[in-house]
């Protein structure tokens, strides 16, 4: 390294040894992002609940490692109870998470109740849904679609 003009010896190194340390860091900070990135897809795995006590209907969604999930949701008594549930599969990629029901079963409702909704709950069978997700911290994510809004907790 050719000595600067009008810096010292002990200045030079200073200055080399800040340049070292920016350029490390420069250099682990896309490890960091992807490590980062990372946990929170993998942190999907496990079963998160999103209760709306008000209405009293809640629903639990349980992610798999090898990307297949299954879920449950229930309305409460001062809407029309019934009981939905399914499977599918899932997958994120940056701050989206996906999921794509394959199967799902109504119970609960009348026959007549049944026959009205079924043809919604069967258009959406093997269509992908996406929506954004924000962490909040490793147990709590917020995943907005069609404008609705959804706080998972992770289930303890």
């Avoid at 920016?22 to 992002?33: D, E, G, R, T």
């Avoid at 990307?67 to 899932?90: C, D, E």
Wanted: charge should be positive.
């Amino acid at each position: 390294m050719q000595p600067s003009k009008g810096l010292d010896g002990v200045t030079m190194i200073r200055t080399e040894k800040m340049r070292q340390r920016a350029q490390s860091f420069i250099l682990l900070l896309p490890v960091l992002v992807f490590a980062t990135a990372c946990k929170h897809q993998d942190g999907f795995v496990g079963t998160w609940k999103t209760p709306a006590p008000a209405q009293g209907s809640d629903a639990t969604m349980t992610f798999n490692p090898d990307h297949t999930m299954s879920f449950v949701a229930t309305n409460g008594p001062s809407q029309t109870p019934y009981k939905l549930t399914g499977i599918g599969n899932w997958s994120s990629k940056d701050k989206m998470l996906t999921v794509i029901p394959l199967s799902m079963q109504l119970d609960g409702l009348s026959p007549m109740q049944k026959a009205k909704l079924m043809p919604y709950i069967n258009a959406q069978l093997k269509v992908a849904q996406t929506g954004p997700v924000v962490w909040k911290g490793n147990d709590e994510f917020i995943l907005t679609k069609n404008r609705i809004v959804q706080d998972f907790k992770r289930a303890k």
